[in-house]
């Protein structure tokens, strides 16, 4: 359905016709199309895929001379960067005389075009496994959950997520692999959606993602509001210190470049393990946060207990909650698109992934096991504020003021170019942020972005209860729900494909079907029916946990009012002083 095209546009002897049909076929470069171009369908951009899958700097028996452990291949991937862009002003030289020469696309090779439109995929596999560790590894969550589930149901459930979140990514893969080319390269998970399912899949998609980041540094403000809060001993009203982030995140937000961030995100992924490793050594010679256990989860000071099964203590609805901390957790499929457009080799991006969250899960059930097994019903989210002896405390609270405070910064920057480029720019005709009048609302954008975010976290301080709220609503669509119904509208087309009679024709920019409506649709799901009746059964199990997902956490956030210290635009630090 790209482009929002309906499969059944067509029928024999009545072929579509691009808008540029007929046009010569250099001239309809990326340069010189729309990103998102109605006129281009689902069978041209598969067709273009296959070209430049087919291409040998992506083939399977070409192998690098060099070091193949990941830590060489991201070193060379940094270097890399700056020969990139050497090939690329080198399409723009200049002449012997002086005089520009910038060439267009129907003026070069074959070839130079295609090492133009590749000069900046230069990432490896290796990469990508440090960027999905970066983004998604934050096992701060992980022993509340356990504190909520008992241990043998947190660590199947985190078990099997774990599997399923893996299984959205190799969806994601594969749609990338039948879709992107070097003619129509897809830059975003709403690029996806779009070429299988039209612009109301695309909007829906990017709307969901700005909603999810700006939630996102809503609970790290709450978070470094608690750390600030634990610092000060409760001398300084908590929304005030809430409030002094939002400020802060408002002033640093205005780099509006992440290559400025690069080396802090990379600084970030170690200060994280050095809380772990200092917060896990602590608990083990000290006794459990009592007054935070309190005043977050309304759990009395007592005997420690651990459960291997549910606790009794807590209800359905709040383990639904613990579960949602394992989605939340897994939350980073919404870059993966992100990630395989870098790459030179997407057909080596699931080793990336695979390695990765197998790395993730194995830190999640050590951390996990460790802390609740110290700690039990008194584990609290996240779990370095659990710390009591106040020295070691006051240290974690810092470093992690400064990891989360990183994370906040590209979330935001990340969820406001989201905002300007589908909302600003496409709809409400603002200019481009490489143009001054642009640079200039950028300036305006960034404090009313960061003024949503802390209304948010003023409004609702309850990290665990908010945290399940937003994995349910945005952060398990984008894992679980949104990869195999794209899947179903892609296969549904692909496989409705006659080889031979139907498909793209590059000579003349038709596009051939012999059939359309239900006949077609039936024709694409009934190839694979076992392998889509399972995605069709995945979409729903997804779809129905988002349900109950957010049921739980709405009531979770009614009993922490009710309950706890949690309470909307207060002085009162939600974990006590």
């Given at each position: 359905?790209?482009g929002?095209?309906?499969?059944?546009?067509?029928?024999?002897?009545?072929?579509?016709?691009?808008?540029?049909?007929?046009v010569?076929?250099?001239?309809?470069?990326?340069s010189?199309?729309?990103?998102?171009?109605?006129n281009?369908?689902?069978?041209?951009?598969?067709?273009?895929?296959?070209?430049?899958?087919?291409?040998?700097?992506?083939?399977?028996?070409?192998?690098?001379?060099?070091?193949?452990?990941?830590?060489?291949?991201?070193?060379?991937?940094?270097?890399?960067?700056?020969?990139?862009?050497?090939?690329?002003?080198?399409?723009?030289?200049?002449?012997?005389d002086?005089s520009?020469?910038?060439?267009?696309?129907?003026?070069?090779?074959?070839?130079?075009?295609?090492?133009?439109?590749?000069?900046?995929?230069?990432?490896?596999w290796?990469?990508?496994?440090?960027?999905?560790?970066t983004?998604?590894?934050?096992?701060?969550s992980?022993?509340?959950?356990?504190?909520?589930?008992?241990?043998?149901?947190?660590?199947?459930?985190?078990?099997?997520?774990?599997?399923?979140?893996?299984?959205?990514?190799?969806?994601l893969?594969?749609?990338?692999?039948?879709?992107?080319?070097?003619?129509?390269?897809?830059r975003?998970y709403?690029?996806?959606?779009?070429?299988?399912?039209?612009?109301i899949?695309?909007?829906?998609?990017?709307?969901?993602?700005?909603?999810?980041?700006?939630?996102?540094?809503?609970?790290?403000?709450?978070?470094?509001g608690?750390?600030?809060?634990?610092?000060?001993?409760?001398?300084?009203?908590f929304i005030?210190?809430?409030?002094?982030?939002?400020?802060?995140g408002?002033?640093?937000?205005?780099?509006?470049?992440?290559?400025?961030l690069?080396?802090?995100?990379?600084?970030?992924?170690?200060?994280?393990?050095?809380?772990l490793?200092?917060?896990?050594?602590?608990?083990?010679?000290?006794?459990?946060?009592?007054?935070?256990?309190?005043?977050?989860?309304?759990?009395p000071?007592?005997?420690?207990?651990?459960?291997?099964?549910?606790?009794e203590?807590?209800?359905?609805?709040?383990?639904?909650?613990?579960?949602?901390?394992?989605?939340?957790?897994?939350?980073?499929?919404?870059?993966?698109?992100?990630?395989?457009?870098?790459?030179k080799?997407?057909y080596?991006?699931?080793?990336?992934?695979?390695?990765?969250?197998?790395?993730?899960?194995c830190?999640?059930?050590?951390?996990?096991?460790?802390?609740y097994?110290?700690?039990?019903?008194?584990?609290?989210?996240?779990?370095?504020?659990?710390v009591?002896?106040?020295s070691?405390?006051t240290?974690v609270?810092?470093?992690?003021?400064?990891t989360?405070?990183?994370?906040?910064?590209?979330?935001?920057?990340?969820?406001?170019?989201?905002?300007?480029?589908?909302?600003?720019?496409?709809?409400?005709?603002f200019?481009?942020?490489?143009?001054?009048?642009?640079?200039?609302?950028?300036?305006?954008?960034?404090?009313?972005?960061?003024?949503?975010?802390?209304?948010?976290?003023?409004?609702?301080?309850?990290?665990?209860?908010?945290?399940?709220?937003?994995?349910?609503?945005?952060?398990l669509?984008?894992?679980?729900?949104?990869?195999?119904?794209?899947?179903?509208?892609?296969?549904?087309?692909?496989?409705?494909?006659?080889?031979?009679?139907?498909?793209?024709?590059?000579?003349?920019?038709?596009?051939?079907?012999?059939?359309?409506?239900?006949?077609?649709w039936?024709r694409?799901?009934?190839?694979?029916?076992?392998?889509n009746?399972?995605?069709?059964?995945?979409?729903?199990?997804?779809?129905?946990?988002?349900?109950?997902?957010?049921?739980?956490?709405?009531?979770?956030?009614?009993?922490?009012?009710?309950?706890?210290?949690?309470?909307?635009?207060?002085?009162?630090?939600?974990?006590?002083?």
């Amino acid at each position: 359905m790209a482009g929002d095209k309906e499969m059944d546009a067509v029928e024999v002897g009545d072929h579509h016709h691009n808008a540029t049909a007929g046009v010569d076929e250099d001239a309809r470069q990326p340069s010189a199309s729309r990103l998102h171009d109605p006129n281009v369908t689902f069978e041209e951009y598969y067709y273009y895929a296959r070209i430049s899958r087919a291409h040998p700097s992506e083939s399977l028996d070409v192998q690098s001379t060099a070091s193949t452990s990941w830590i060489s291949r991201f070193i060379r991937y940094n270097k890399s960067v700056v020969s990139s862009k050497d090939d690329i002003t080198a399409v723009n030289k200049k002449s012997s005389d002086g005089s520009p020469t910038t060439q267009s696309w129907h003026n070069v090779s074959d070839e130079e075009r295609l090492q133009a439109s590749r000069a900046l995929r230069t990432a490896t596999w290796g990469a990508v496994f440090y960027l999905i560790t970066t983004d998604i590894l934050g096992p701060y969550s992980t022993a509340w959950a356990f504190s909520r589930m008992g241990y043998a149901p947190a660590s199947i459930l985190y078990f099997v997520f774990g599997v399923f979140a893996a299984y959205g990514g190799v969806l994601l893969w594969k749609m990338f692999l039948q879709l992107d080319s070097d003619r129509y390269p897809l830059r975003c998970y709403g690029d996806i959606a779009y070429r299988v399912a039209g612009s109301i899949a695309r909007h829906t998609v990017n709307v969901v993602q700005s909603v999810q980041l700006l939630f996102n540094v809503g609970i790290i403000i709450i978070q470094n509001g608690q750390g600030l809060a634990q610092i000060s001993k409760g001398s300084v009203c908590f929304i005030i210190l809430c409030f002094v982030w939002a400020i802060a995140g408002a002033i640093l937000g205005q780099i509006r470049t992440l290559r400025r961030l690069g080396w802090l995100a990379h600084a970030a992924i170690w200060l994280n393990v050095l809380i772990l490793i200092i917060t896990t050594a602590v608990i083990f010679h000290s006794d459990p946060n009592y007054d935070a256990a309190l005043a977050n989860n309304n759990t009395p000071k007592g005997p420690k207990i651990t459960t291997a099964g549910p606790p009794e203590s807590v209800d359905f609805e709040g383990q639904v909650v613990g579960l949602m901390q394992a989605v939340y957790s897994y939350g980073g499929a919404m870059l993966f698109v992100e990630f395989m457009a870098e790459m030179k080799r997407p057909y080596d991006f699931w080793k990336g992934m695979v390695f990765a969250q197998s790395f993730i899960f194995c830190c999640y059930m050590i951390f996990g096991f460790l802390i609740y097994s110290r700690q039990g019903q008194f584990t609290i989210n996240p779990n370095y504020q659990g710390v009591s002896p106040y020295s070691w405390q006051t240290a974690v609270n810092a470093i992690a003021l400064v990891t989360t405070l990183i994370a906040a910064l590209l979330y935001g920057n990340i969820g406001i170019k989201v905002l300007y480029s589908n909302v600003f720019m496409e709809l409400l005709g603002f200019p481009s942020l490489a143009q001054k009048s642009g640079k200039l609302l950028w300036v305006a954008v960034v404090p009313v972005y960061w003024g949503l975010a802390f209304v948010v976290a003023a409004a609702v301080p309850s990290i665990s209860n908010l945290a399940g709220l937003i994995a349910a609503v945005c952060i398990l669509q984008f894992s679980y729900t949104f990869p195999p119904l794209l899947m179903l509208f892609h296969r549904a087309q692909r496989d409705a494909i006659q080889e031979g009679v139907e498909g793209y024709d590059p000579s003349t920019g038709q596009t051939i079907r012999r059939d359309s409506g239900m006949a077609r649709w039936k024709r694409g799901l009934q190839k694979n029916l076992a392998l889509n009746a399972f995605n069709l059964f995945f979409f729903l199990g997804s779809l129905a946990t988002a349900v109950l997902g957010i049921y739980s956490a709405v009531i979770g956030l009614k009993k922490a009012y009710a309950e706890t210290a949690v309470s909307g635009f207060s002085c009162t630090n939600p974990i006590g002083a």
